[in-house]
């Protein structure tokens, strides 16, 4: 089964703007939108953005995701300390048996 | 408040088996698609399986087919993952997740649990 490709880090400084990109194929960001969850150290995954670019409950206006053809990304703006986490992006895939792929994973760093 | 929580984690010989359970509550339980994910230490993440508000598997990851196989319990609000024939790649965290919509599975993994400790060695 096959995995979505993000870059492995990615950084900025306070009040920059960072993008992650999240790569796929026809089979899963092709046909299913996109998922995006942030990991902070020792918790749970939390769910940022669904259905390509809607930000689930809570989460602040600074995180934006959208979709074209393939590949997805996610935007994080008015970069803040507590940013500091893994992004995973995820779909669906239904290219033989539904099974839900995640990305590879990036790390945010604020310098 | 929804909350998921998980138990029945611990450390096991290759080759045994091990049930993970998941206590759910603060929403209509029956209503929504389950699945459990995973986490190697270190690793990212890996979905493991997931199953309809109906019962219906929706799938397993090629890594545990046939080896490992989801069921829920609606009027018990319960999630489970019987795990036979377990290998010391199975060692992960395994959390319980709750889909963001009712009777749809297709948009997203919204509430997630704190997770359970397996533990595969000899």
């Known amino acids: 089964q096959s995995v979505l490709t993000q870059p492995p880090s990615a950084s900025g400084t306070p009040g920059q703007r960072v993008t992650i990109s999240c790569s796929g194929g026809s089979s899963n960001i092709g046909r299913n939108t996109v998922n995006w969850f942030q990991q902070l150290p020792g918790t749970a995954p939390k769910l940022l953005i669904y259905?390509?670019?809607k930000r689930s409950s809570g989460v602040p206006d600074r995180f934006s995701g959208s979709k074209s053809g393939t590949s997805a990304s996610l935007a994080i703006s008015g970069l803040q300390s507590d940013d500091e986490a893994y992004y995973y992006c995820a779909a669906w895939d239904d290219s033989l048996n539904d099974f839900y792929v995640f990305g590879t994973g990036t790390e945010v760093t604020v310098l | 408040e929804v909350q998921l929580v998980e138990s029945g984690g611990g450390l096991v010989q290759p080759g045994m088996s091990l049930r993970l359970s998941c206590a759910a509550s603060g929403f209509t339980f029956h209503d929504y698609a389950m699945h459990w994910v995973r986490q190697s230490p270190g690793k990212g993440l890996e979905w493991v399986s997931g199953?309809?508000?109906?019962?219906?598997?929706?799938g397993y990851a090629d890594s545990v087919k046939g080896r490992f196989t989801i069921s829920r319990d609606n009027a018990g609000n319960a999630l489970y993952l019987q795990m036979n024939s377990l290998r010391p790649e199975d060692t992960a965290l395994y959390f319980c997740v709750k889909d963001i919509e009712p009777y749809n599975y297709y948009y997203g993994l919204e509430v997630w649990g704190q997770g359970t400790t397996v533990t595969v060695s000899s």
């Open positions: 199953i309809a508000w109906n019962h219906g598997p929706i």
């Open positions: 259905k390509n670019n």
